[in-house]
T-cell receptor, first 113, second 111 residues
Framework: ETGVTQSPTHLIKTRGQQVTLRCSSQSGHNTVSWYQQALGQGPQFIFQ???????GRGNFPPRFSGLQFPNYSSELNVNALELDDSALYLC???FGGGRYEQYFGPGTRLTVT | TQLLEQSPQFLSIQEGENLTVYCNSS?????LQWYRQEPGEGPVLLVT?????EVKKLKRLTFQFGDARKDSSLHITAAQPGDTGLYLCAGAQEGGNKLVFGAGTILRVKS
């Protein structure tokens, strides 16, 4: 069974740029949730994709967007990067729209300078 | 607003000691999950509790879900240096699709 993978591992961007982060879900899972974890804090829910549709969104501005592909992998896009976007971005894979246990990938560390 | 309050925020103990981490909320959760996270890595699921009053054991770790499903605790017996890490509790609300996380408890076990 393949676990959750994310790419890239680390990324450095300049304020105002755009970034795309990628996540491959665990085999058999059809739901991907994205979380932002700032240093010293717990993860904060960004949004979730279930069967290629957005299935809930946290308190993040529209410049955070995403999509899910037919193979249930997912992308997180962030436009007009701000310094406060620097964080560990985590994706979590699950089944059934997040009603069941969520399994996390290793994360992408984004630094905005 | 953090719906889940974890305490303590930081714990530094000697190998062999026991400890308890608490996770409290005024909200009811349909389930609660505990994770352990190493620096620079994603959280690793330890356990999920679903029923009020439920107790689950994982080797030296004991997890309890409150009767009203608003709080939970994690007890570690005879802590070892390998237990060092960030412990996170996360709740799923009824009909919801997201996990609400506490801020975490940093545990350091010294040998």
């Amino acid at each position: 069974e393949t676990g959750v993978t994310q790419s890239p591992t680390h990324l450095i961007k300049t304020r105002g740029q755009q970034v795309t982060l990628r996540c491959s879900s665990q085999s058999g899972h059809n739901t991907v949730s994205w979380y932002q974890q700032a240093l010293g804090q717990g993860p904060q829910f960004i949004f979730q994709y279930y069967r290629e549709e957005e299935n809930g969104r946290g308190n993040f501005p529209p410049r955070f967007s995403g999509l899910q592909f037919p193979n249930y992998s997912s992308e997180l896009n962030v436009n007009a990067l701000e310094l406060d976007d620097s964080a560990l971005y985590l994706c979590a894979s699950s089944f059934g729209g997040g009603r069941y246990e969520q399994y996390f990938g290793p994360g992408t560390r984004l630094t905005v300078t | 607003t953090q719906l889940l309050e974890q305490s303590p925020q930081f714990l530094s103990i000697q190998e062999g000691e026991n400890l308890t981490v608490y996770c409290n909320s005024s909200s009811v959760f349909s389930s609660l999950q505990w994770y352990r996270q190493e620096p620079g890595e994603g959280p690793v699921l330890l356990v999920t509790v679903v029923t009020g009053g439920e107790v689950k054991k994982l080797k030296r770790l004991t997890f309890q879900f409150g009767d009203a499903r608003k709080d939970s605790s994690l007890h570690i017996t005879a802590a070892q240096p390998g237990d060092t890490g960030l412990y996170l509790c996360a709740g799923a609300q009824e009909g919801g699709n997201k996990l609400v996380f506490g801020a975490g408890t940093i545990l350091r076990v010294k040998s």
